[in-house]
């Protein structure tokens, strides 16, 4: 079941970052990255995309281009604390959709956006998205986050492991899939019912997201359900590293 309430965007952006300095300014095709994400945003039909940033530059550079942006506290220890500060300010209701996208997706599908928000329910004040894994070598790469779901089409658990494990499968071979064996990929989008987003940040760390370095586990291990959007395939990139600016940049100039 899902629904479609209109939603919100909140971008959270930090202008530092580790392997790409000033990463939300960085140019793509004359217009700065997060600039570029908050326009691809705007195509899913949210009602309102807002940049949520620490830092008074992404705030200039944000009021030039005409997008939305809130100064947020700089001590936020997640982009989802930063994002809960600004639902509240803006008074958004408890049952009010609200989606997390990254700062660094400036090909983020506007389809995706919709189709994550449109899981939130009464019942369900969580979502994410994922899609099939067809590579063995992904499927065995931790930095590849899994997703196993239920029947009901919500996460069971995230893991950087290769779940499910295939047992006689991977007991014949783990150099290509067993046949029919299709495990997910976790993508990192998320869409919050503002109620939760802002239970989010009161909720104790859990022993399985330490393990694991995945902050989705808190909420399963508090007993919250996500519900998961299966994409029908794999999103563009983020931009993490150097090659991949190049790539998005080759993307925009294209066009």
């Given at each position: 079941?899902?629904?479609?309430?209109?939603?919100?965007?909140i971008i959270p952006a930090r202008l530092a970052s580790t392997r790409l300095?000033?990463?939300?300014?960085?140019?793509?095709?004359?217009?700065?990255?997060?600039?570029?994400?908050?326009?691809?945003?705007?195509?899913?039909?949210?009602?309102?995309?807002?940049?949520?940033?620490?830092?008074?530059?992404?705030?200039?550079?944000?009021?030039?281009?005409?997008?939305?942006?809130?100064?947020?506290?700089?001590?936020?220890?997640?982009?989802?604390?930063?994002?809960?500060?600004?639902?509240?300010?803006?008074?958004?209701?408890?049952?009010?959709?609200?989606?997390?996208?990254?700062?660094?997706?400036?090909?983020?599908?506007?389809?995706?956006?919709?189709a994550t928000a449109a899981q939130i329910t009464g019942e369900v004040p969580?979502?994410?998205?994922?899609?099939?894994?067809?590579?063995?070598?992904?499927?065995?790469?931790?930095?590849?986050?899994?997703?196993?779901?239920?029947?009901?089409?919500r996460a069971l658990y995230f893991s950087r492991a290769t779940i499910p494990?295939?047992?006689?499968?991977?007991?014949?071979?783990?150099?290509?899939?067993?046949?029919?064996?299709?495990?997910?990929?976790?993508?990192?989008?998320?869409?919050?019912?503002?109620?939760?987003?802002?239970?989010?940040?009161?909720?104790?760390?859990?022993?399985?997201?330490?393990?694991?370095?995945?902050?989705?586990?808190?909420?399963?291990?508090?007993?919250?359900?996500?519900?998961?959007?299966?994409?029908?395939?794999?999103?563009?990139?983020?931009?993490?590293?150097?090659?991949?600016?190049?790539?998005?940049?080759?993307?925009?100039?294209?066009?």
């Amino acid at each position: 079941m899902s629904s479609n309430k209109p939603f919100t965007v909140i971008i959270p952006a930090r202008l530092a970052s580790t392997r790409l300095p000033n990463k939300p300014l960085a140019d793509i095709g004359g217009k700065p990255m997060i600039v570029r994400t908050a326009e691809r945003a705007a195509l899913s039909g949210a009602a309102q995309v807002i940049v949520a940033t620490d830092h008074a530059e992404i705030l200039a550079v944000c009021a030039q281009h005409g997008i939305a942006a809130r100064l947020t506290r700089a001590d936020h220890p997640s982009g989802t604390d930063r994002i809960a500060e600004v639902a509240a300010a803006l008074g958004l209701a408890a049952d009010a959709v609200v989606v997390n996208v990254q700062g660094d997706e400036p090909m983020i599908e506007p389809e995706l956006i919709a189709a994550t928000a449109a899981q939130i329910t009464g019942e369900v004040p969580m979502a994410t998205a994922a899609h099939a894994i067809d590579s063995a070598v992904d499927a065995f790469n931790p930095n590849v986050v899994k997703v196993v779901l239920n029947q009901a089409g919500r996460a069971l658990y995230f893991s950087r492991a290769t779940i499910p494990w295939h047992r006689d499968g991977f007991a014949q071979s783990r150099e290509d899939l067993p046949a029919a064996y299709v495990p997910l990929r976790h993508i990192g989008l998320y869409a919050y019912s503002n109620g939760f987003l802002q239970t989010y940040p009161t909720l104790a760390v859990s022993p399985l997201e330490q393990i694991e370095a995945l902050e989705q586990l808190r909420v399963l291990w508090h007993g919250y359900p996500i519900a998961v959007h299966i994409a029908p395939a794999a999103p563009a990139v983020g931009v993490d590293t150097p090659e991949d600016l190049e790539r998005v940049r080759r993307f925009f100039s294209a066009l």
